[in-house]
């Protein structure tokens, strides 16, 4: 499981702050703490605050990088921002994303292809997010299309079939983990799939761990290689361990959850 | 999701010990607290140790009936002494179980036929445990198969693929999930799927429930319908409950596990 790291983004305000006031140990201390409790990359969204975005973002990858070595995923909306952000990159990076539509994956793709980029495409359009399945593997495919033809293989994209919800979308759950399956036998080698997990708890209330981490085991189940989380929940942690283990990923040991850990 | 609870089972020395000598409140409690907890069927098995399995087992039947209402799963290698017991119970049993040998077979469903009851399926036969989930499907048609030839439909019957220890058999957690999902497609209407899952944290150490809770989760995200297991580890009721609501089976609210058993 590819372990996506969510907690450096400016839309939390300690986050926020640290931005603006470039206190380093702050950002830091959040990116080591993540890495250490097992993210393999780390989400870099500089949120909605900032008055200096390319400052902004370019300051924060070069902190990260001088305490941890794992790549990033550049979260924005401005392609501009991501591209001076990936001059900086020690590793390759995740572009976190592109949509399905024809100018923003052309643009996306043209820049993946430049800096040898991987690239999270996001199962929706301008003209909404999809409610059905076969909606949602249509958007797929383009996206899949559309990065072959800038030469991107699909095991170098992550396709997010949009977890919503639970108290405002509770039918889709189902659908979006037909969905992994279907995007995982879209072609040969699979595309990465992957889901911004709290999304599943969002306005919910007293259960949000338990819901994220139930959605998680049974998207794993359903061939979910990837995943956007709060890696310092160590229950949601637990269980992702779990999953890994029953799926024969690692060798089972009576002490797995520490086995994993060490790593 | 069908709960059958497991714990009256003579395996355990206070079950035992209460079966030798008639401690009905021993039972009863165990049989009221288990229904409280959620459980909808209520296992029966008298156990290794008893001198006078057809008496043990009809006093169980009894006993239990006295104070809940749930159908009973008659769990016994011996077939007479499910049929006296059957002559006892108030509501449909379910007969624990059969193998998809021919003999077994025709004895199991030609007594589920006169009493209209359920079946248990165990997807193995005289050859062992099936290690493919082709090996498991080929049997499963078999149970099915016979079953229609008695006239008893898919839907009253319980299809095990065989949930195996993880510390000694890795690889088929995977196999048995793909074999959940076979088997839901085999027939209209479907069989009913059902695992024994304690089997899966079998022999191992430290954490027995979130194995169980995690497998059981991703087993129901495959499409399992029914489940074998100890109903008051709470933990793992949860995982279930909150797993039925991803599925979308009941209606979210705040306080679904609250709902969820207040039911």
Redesign the interface.
Known sequence: MIIIGELINGMYKDVSKAISNREADVIQHLAEEQVKAGANILDVNIGPYSNNVNDDMKWLVETIQKVVMVPLSLDSTRLDVIEESMKLATNRVVINSTSADEDKMSMVFELAKKYNAQVIGIALDSSGVPLSRDKRLELAVKIVAKAAGYGISADDLYLDPIAMP??VA??Q??EV?ESIREFRMLCNPSPNTVIGLSNVSQG????RS??DR??L??????GLTAVILDPLDKELM??MI??E????KN??C????EAYRKK
Not at 204 to 207: D, Q, S, V
Not at 217 to 222: D, G
């Open positions: 639970i108290n509770q039918a759950a189902r983990m919910t209330k007293g259960h338990l819901l139930t959605f085991v049974m998207a794993m189940a359903s637990d269980a779990t999953a283990l029953i799926l024969n060798i089972y009576d002490s797995f959850l």
